[in-house]
């Protein structure tokens, strides 16, 4: 099975070593859930969006260019934005040319974090696929090396350091909440854990890649819908991470565009966090009493990300 033979432990490990003195470990902040209205207990929040480029993404980035010979051409990226962005930097940060294609449906923050980075950005077509192909194209055309979002080996290795953390500074833990969109993150998380940890997936209702996908028995075409279309609505998910997500991820659980909106502000009112909606779509489930822990459960959220203009300082 790919989760036993590509994506392991001990390589998420190597891959941790490697990537450690380009990222950040990220810290984890301890919550009451009676702040929110829920019933008493804590949960703890994993303040991912404060790495680089503000995404777990820069992980994969890293695992990905620092593990692979680049050609002078450079590197090619297709993205809603944050691995875009993600991608940028890393190139930047390593003195490498990259193009970013990014949809129509890009918000503007992410997009200008991309120019801000140095990279060349290009729009392709309204949607993520359209996003891809262009950047296929590209690819044939230039000689420049792919760094896909979520359906490579390098990718998942690198996001899976998060899991790596989340057990060193959670040692308890019994539930991770985790929002999905083509799967990398969660595919890399949950092959960390490999069962130790109950990891449930999130998902717009307007975007349920993986919902469709278990639902099917392999990744399908699923709507691109969602407040969260520029982070969680990929095509489909990735060939890669649906046996780990088979073997050792929740059924996912789905929210609304007005419940993520609500998690959005609640972490705002309440801790001061900005989240992007991709971002906050995890803490919804929580919020919104989509997934109810019991009174003696160890329950974390991965906010995973943070490039919006949602909140402007006047």
């Known amino acids: 099975m790919l989760a036993d033979t590509m994506i392991t432990p001990e390589r998420i490990t190597e891959t941790e070593k490697r990537i450690r ?3 950040r470990h990220t810290p984890v902040l301890r919550a009451d859930l009676a702040d929110f209205g829920l019933a008493p207990g804590s949960v703890d929040f994993k303040l991912e969006f404060l790495q680089h480029s503000g995404t777990f993404k820069v992980r994969g980035a ?7 010979d680049v050609p002078k051409a450079g590197v090619v990226a297709a993205s809603g934005g944050n691995h875009g962005a993600a991608v940028a930097y890393t190139a930047m940060r390593l003195g490498i040319p990259a193009t970013i294609f990014v949809p129509s449906v890009t918000s503007p923050a992410k997009a200008e974090r991309i120019r801000g980075y140095g990279a060349d950005l290009v729009i392709g077509g309204e949607r993520y696929a359209d996003a891809l192909a262009a950047s296929q194209k590209w690819v044939a055309e230039k000689g420049a090396m792919a760094i896909h979002a979520f359906d490579q080996t390098e990718t ?22 985790v929002a999905v969109g083509g799967g990398g993150l969660i595919g890399g998380i949950a092959a960390w854990f490999r069962g130790r940890v109950r990891v449930v997936a999130v998902e717009p209702d307007g975007a349920p890649t993986l919902w469709k996908a278990f639902e099917a028995g392999k990744p399908v075409d699923a709507p691109a819908g969602s407040i969260a279309a520029d982070s969680l609505a990929p095509k489909r998910v990735g060939d890669i991470m649906f046996p780990i997500a088979q073997a050792y991820v929740q059924r996912p659980v789905l929210v609304s565009d007005d419940e993520i909106r609500l998690a959005q502000q609640a972490l705002w009112d309440r801790l001061r966090i900005v989240a992007e909606p991709g971002g906050a779509a995890a803490f919804a489930a929580l919020l919104a009493g989509k997934y109810v822990p019991a009174p003696d459960e160890r329950v974390a959220v991965l906010l995973c990300g943070a490039n919006t203009t949602a909140v402007r300082f006047d």
């Open 21 to 23: 003195p380009h990222v």
């Open 62 to 68: 890293f695992s990905s260019l620092l593990g692979r």
């Open 156 to 177: 998942l290795l690198g996001q899976g350091t998060v899991g790596l953390e989340i057990e060193a500074d959670i040692p308890d833990i019994d539930t991770l909440l």
